[in-house]
């Protein structure tokens, strides 16, 4: 397993990390298995565990809680909060009022006294830079967390967010957690560039893209992945942007084969080859799945490799733009910008 320093603040992370979004309801999988799994990858190295509230309603925390009980010293403990809880209206977002209510709950179901790692779920357009900055800042100041980080903000939120920090003398987002994989490389152009420029550790979430980098999804198969239960208009390859994929996977399974290696271990590679890349996370379901992803622990891809990969999704492309989570909200809602 290689070890890099999460942006600067110094504490060191193994480059693949066990993310727990499936632990519960979302991917069935069950406590046994979710002990199981994170045994494993301790075993394996693995010394950074991201979940979120969010995930089956906070099912997964209880159950990276249980799993990690007794050991969570050593164990870079990493969570989120920002998505709605039930459905009260302040139950979500980043206002002082919620995040101090969310971490509380969130240290509870994990049974511990502090998070290393608690990040914003997405950019809240209604809350102020400065509200949500004072309010982590005062929970880092009282140790309930050691730092705090964004996930999937947009890159200028990413900047404005810094200038907010300095501006009013609050303590700074030290990570960023974006969607980034073959597939879908628009990070590349726009967020990566920003969070090497303020030093900020990266953690990647969906490196497989939703299953489709694991080999499972070629084109003589029917697809029937355990995400696209859930999103199935996302692998319908009626739909040009999935047409797209299919076909990428398939040119991208002949340089795996070619390099003699699993299209994992190909997707996961790519990822941690890039300098501004500090961990990729893995969201497995089964033992099975870790163990073909921890395979690529120490893959390092050659210059010939990476090239091909660039012949087949150009840098910065997103050969699935819509399915971004990271777009302005004023693109999405006609109202925001026609007032």
């Keep these: 397993m290689q070890y890099r320093t999460l942006g600067r603040t110094g ?58 009980a007794g050991r969570r010293d050593d164990i870079v403990l990493a969570t989120k909060a920002g998505l709605p809880m039930g459905q009260e209206l302040n139950h979500q977002g980043s206002s002082r009022h919620w995040l101090f209510r969310a971490l509380d709950d969130s240290l509870r179901r994990l049974g ?26 005062d929970l880092q100041r009282v140790g309930k967390i050691r730092y705090f980080g964004s996930s999937t903000f947009p890159a200028y ?69 355990n995400r696209s239960k859930f999103r199935p208009r996302y692998f319908d390859t009626a739909i040009p942007a999935n047409a797209a994929k299919l076909e990428a996977v398939e040119r991208l399974a002949k340089v795996a084969e070619e390099a003699g290696l699993t299209m994992i271990q190909l997707a996961l590679g790519f990822i941690t080859a890039h300098p501004g890349v500090t961990s990729a996370i893995m969201g497995p379901r089964t033992m099975g799945h870790l163990h073909s992803q921890l395979a690529a622990a120490d893959i390092v891809l050659p210059a010939d490799v990476l090239d091909a990969i660039d012949e087949i999704v150009a840098p910065g492309v997103d050969l699935a733009p819509e399915e971004k989570m990271d777009t302005p909200p004023s693109l999405l809602d006609p109202t925001l910008r026609r007032r």
């Excluded at 199981?36 to 309603?57: K, M, R, W």
């Excluded at 511990?112 to 509200?131: A, K, N």
């Excluded at 009013?168 to 974006?178: C, G, K």
């Excluded at 073959?182 to 990647?204: A, C, D, F, K, N």
């Design 11 to 68: 504490v060191q992370v193994s480059s693949l990390a066990l993310g727990a979004m499936n632990f519960g309801a979302v991917g069935q999988t069950t406590q046994d298995e979710a002990a199981a799994i994170v045994d494993a990858a301790l075993e394996a190295g693995i010394n950074l565990i991201d979940t979120a509230d969010f995930y089956s309603a906070g099912e997964s925390e209880e159950m990276v809680g249980q799993a990690i």
């Design 112 to 137: 511990t006294d502090h998070v290393d790692l608690y990040q914003v779920h997405r950019w809240d357009p209604r809350t102020s830079d400065e509200e949500t900055l004072s309010a982590l800042t």
């Design 157 to 225: 939120r990413i900047v404005q967010a810094q200038w907010a920090a300095q501006d009013n003398h609050l303590n700074r987002y030290v990570t960023e957690q974006p969607a980034y994989s073959i597939l879908q490389r628009g990070v590349e152009s726009h967020v990566l560039p920003v969070t090497q420029e303020y030093g900020m550790g990266v953690l990647i979430w969906g490196p497989l893209a939703s299953g489709w980098l694991t080999g499972a999804i070629r084109a003589d198969r029917e697809i029937t992945t």
